[in-house]
């Protein structure tokens, strides 16, 4: 049976953990590519072409804007970032699955865009571990931190409009419940059912 | 976070393999309780009460029907055969997961009763195959075998009534399969939502 792949959106308030998490499913299924975002922003020292990122133009990017082709993208201080639509469809539709790991305001853009993918919410144990994190990473100053810690609980209120949610307690078991999520999604009866019932109808 | 056990329905033609899978799947899970049936039928030798069946007199069965005590029952020649409401509704609110191995018509009686199961529907590779294992059963006259296979097919297009379908070509990975779909309902939104928000509301 022909199955579309999967667009996996694993997302979540800073902090949580979904970068591991992603980084070590990655790891585990070489099969799943990872989405390539572009941006306007320059290269950093070891950064690749079509591999960290798409280094564009401000003018390409603003223009792709425009010709409707991101899934999502984002203006941080004076650099776009955006998820490129058809890199994406076109791997999805080779069959292969794509993951996303991204902030919550581009998921929801994506969610709007392409319905059919899989959003995943990756939660902390508990607020104050979430806190914890933040301030062992030793980067940002004290009203980062607050400011940071203030986002994190309005955003876990947005977790209403994703499919699954992963308390972030122990990497492994994390990347294990993400891995039942997407094995679980390909037996979904909604999104396969003319498939089968062709491919059984066929044999008649 | 307190989540209410999951009432897992595994359902599908005669001849998919159904049996097979929950056997291996109860093995692997120790943890998952399987739903014991009431009939009015005599107990065979070295069947138990409690254990293989709940076996009760007609008149009782006939008791618990009128009082809707079951999640479903049918009734096969001159025999009673459901699955007793109670017992399943206590395993799941203690949090333990029950499975049901049931035909599709109870399985729809079951979804009436109890939207929240998932319901999962077992598929043979093919309808070939599936012919096939009927016949090395060899329990059945040739009348008996084309009158299933021609239940099958029917009964197949009753898939979309299902949350997920397994195909079951090998019972090793249709068992993954159907331990995925358990995993990750335990990680749905739509199911835990307010117990999420609660558990990191009540930190602040």
Same mark, same amino acid.
């Given at each position: *049976? ?33 989405? $390539? ?26 223009? *792709?804007?425009? /010709?409707? +082709? ?11 970032? =955006? ?11 080779? =069959?292969?699955? $794509?993951?996303?790991?991204?902030? &919550? /305001?581009?998921? *929801? ?8 993918? $899989? ?25 980062? &931190? ?6 994190? &609980?309005?955003?876990? +209120? ?20 993400? /891995? ?18 062709? /491919? ?5």
């Amino acid at each position: *049976m022909n199955r579309e792949g999967l667009l996996i959106v694993v997302s979540g308030p800073s902090g949580a953990g979904k970068g591991t998490i992603c980084k070590e499913l990655l790891n585990k299924n070489k099969e799943i590519k990872i989405s $390539v975002s572009a941006t306007t922003r320059n290269p950093r020292e070891g950064e690749v072409d079509g591999v960290n990122y798409f280094f564009i133009s401000k003018e390409k990017f603003e223009n *792709m804007i425009e /010709q409707e +082709e991101f899934l999502e993208y984002a203006r941080v201080y004076d650099n776009f970032y =955006g998820t490129p639509k058809k890199a994406v469809l076109d791997t999805l539709s080779e =069959g292969r699955d $794509v993951l996303l790991e991204i902030d &919550i /305001q581009g998921a *929801m853009q994506v969610k709007e865009k392409y319905p059919k993918g $899989v959003f995943i919410f990756i939660l902390p144990p508990s607020l104050k571990e979430l806190k914890d994190r933040i301030v062992k990473r030793g980067t940002e100053t004290e009203e980062d &931190i607050s400011k940071r810690f203030g986002c994190a &609980i309005s955003e876990i +209120e947005k977790i209403e409009n994703y499919d699954y949610f992963i308390i972030n307690k122990d990497v492994e078991r994390a990347v294990y419940e993400l /891995q039942s999520i997407i094995s679980s999604e390909k037996n979904k009866v909604a999104r396969y059912k003319e498939n089968i019932i062709k /491919q059984f109808k066929e044999e008649l």
